[in-house]
């Protein structure tokens, strides 16, 4: 089960056109909502697409 909660902290496998591969989670449902924390952009992805794309996940309790 892919676990992502609002907070979170994502690493993604190939980094953003900006040059950062870390992304804060503004939003977990069917969709998740990713911001980039280099650029601020904000991207859509459905959870199987996120879970494809992600390397590793920076729990925010931790
Ligand atoms: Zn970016």
Same mark, same amino acid.
């Given at each position: 089960?892919? !676990?992502?909660?609002? %907070?979170?902290?994502?690493?993604?496998?190939? $980094?953003? $056109? =900006? %040059?950062?591969? !870390?992304?804060?989670?503004? #939003?977990? &449902?069917?969709?998740?909502?990713?911001? =980039?924390? %280099? =650029? &601020? #952009?904000?991207?859509?992805?459905?959870? !199987?697409?996120?879970?494809?794309?992600?390397?590793?996940?920076?729990?925010? !309790?931790?």
């Amino acid at each position: 089960m892919f !676990e992502i909660n609002v %907070g979170d902290t994502v690493i993604t496998r190939k $980094p953003h $056109p =900006c %040059g950062s591969n !870390e992304w804060s989670c503004v #939003r977990s &449902g069917a969709d998740i909502k990713l911001k =980039c924390l %280099g =650029c &601020g #952009r904000l991207i859509m992805l459905d959870r !199987e697409e996120c879970k494809k794309r992600t390397k590793n996940i920076i729990k925010a !309790e931790d």
